[in-house]
């Protein structure tokens, strides 16, 4: 099987995308509450992430990583109109 189909095709429970991010729960459930990051497929407890909301967070990552606030990617990203909003 090709690999990047499979990143596509998989989806994770919110504790498996915070351990492949490197974040905890309550800083991704807070990302998601200031539009960051985009809501999950399902109700609460059936909640799917995919591979668009790691990426997601690994930018945030890398751009805090960088030295920026979130609210600098809030206003680059809103004039950018990224794909997930």
Known sequence: ???????????YLLPELCLMAEMSVRTVRYYMQIGL??????????ARYGAQHLEQLLLIKKWSSA???????????????????
């Not at 099987?1 to 989806?11: E, F, H, I, L, Q």
């Not at 030295?67 to 909003?85: D, E, F, L, M």
Request: glycine letters at 8%.
């Open 37 to 46: 990051v985009s809501k999950p497929e399902g109700g609460t407890r059936a």
């Open 1 to 11: 099987m090709n690999n990047s189909s499979d990143k596509k095709d998989s989806s």
């Open 67 to 85: 030295g920026y606030h979130w609210s600098a990617y809030v206003n680059c990203c809103t004039a950018h109109q990224p794909r997930w909003k």
